[in-house]
């Protein structure tokens, strides 16, 4: 697994508790180019002095400790530390959810700047439906662990399927003339993650839920292009879940 570890790298939630105290940010920055063997050591420092200045953070910083940095420059430090291996892959586990929302845009905005300039590749991992719409190009929403809908963004917001999806997007605050809609609530609470319902899991919230969807557990299938969608109770012929008869 190592030489392909090489090509998918991590970025934390936790930009705290992602960065070890004792170690100086080249340090950090340097560990995986010397555990892939990926130059020697007077090299590495070159490069770790690149990624500094690659996510927006002064070269001289290489000599100091995370403490003395704010939570957005430590997340930065852990993008330079992901972006070190030379990957092609990165997940980005709720990268923004433990910062500052006035930080959020930035870091979002060198994440979009860096998936362009280097041609990578993210699973950007999110309860926030706002930066998902932003820096995603493909959805999957998931329920209880399962993917419930998968389409394009710009789609998904669009046209969402699912009574789930719908839920959530309507959830997502607005203003002005956007904020006019009815929110779709879904009823009760979540049942437990341990000991999940038969069937559908969303079936016990579902306001369209039928005997059947106790019974049966949906798969994915493919209702229109490219966007795919786990429910019996809707098909290509008739994909708008308010049109099946009762």
């Avoid at 979002?108 to 932003?134: C, M």
């Avoid at 306001?207 to 290509?236: F, N």
Wanted: net charge neutral; charged share 20%; with cysteine.
């Amino acid at each position: 697994m190592r030489p392909f570890r090489r090509h998918m790298q991590m970025i934390f939630q936790d930009p705290y508790a992602s960065l070890d105290p004792r170690m100086t940010v080249g340090s950090i920055i340097a560990e995986p180019i010397h555990a892939m063997h990926i130059s020697g050591n007077g090299a590495g420092n070159t490069r770790v002095r690149e990624l500094l200045g690659l996510v927006g953070l002064s070269p001289d910083s290489i000599s100091r400790y995370p403490h003395e940095f704010s939570g957005g420059q430590r997340q930065r430090i852990g993008i330079a530390r992901a972006l070190a291996a030379d990957p092609d892959f990165i997940v980005a586990d709720e990268p923004i959810s433990a910062l500052d929302v006035s930080i959020q845009a930035q870091i979002l905005n060198l994440l979009e700047q860096l998936r362009d300039q280097l041609n990578l590749a993210y699973l950007f991992i999110s309860h926030d439906l706002r930066a998902v719409q932003h820096i995603s190009h493909r959805i999957a929403v998931m329920y209880l662990g399962e993917i419930v809908e998968v389409a394009p963004a710009a789609e998904l917001y669009a046209q969402p399927l699912m009574p789930y999806t719908k839920s959530l997007i309507s959830a997502v605050p607005a203003i002005g003339r956007a904020a006019v809609h009815t929110k779709a609530i879904p009823k009760g609470e979540p049942p437990s993650q341990i000991n999940p319902p038969p069937g559908c899991r969303f079936q016990s919230r579902c306001p369209y839920a039928i005997p059947e969807c106790s019974q049966i557990k949906p798969v994915l299938r493919e209702i229109r292009p490219s966007h795919w969608a786990a429910c019996i109770r809707i098909s290509a012929e008739v994909p708008e879940i308010e049109a099946v008869s009762p």
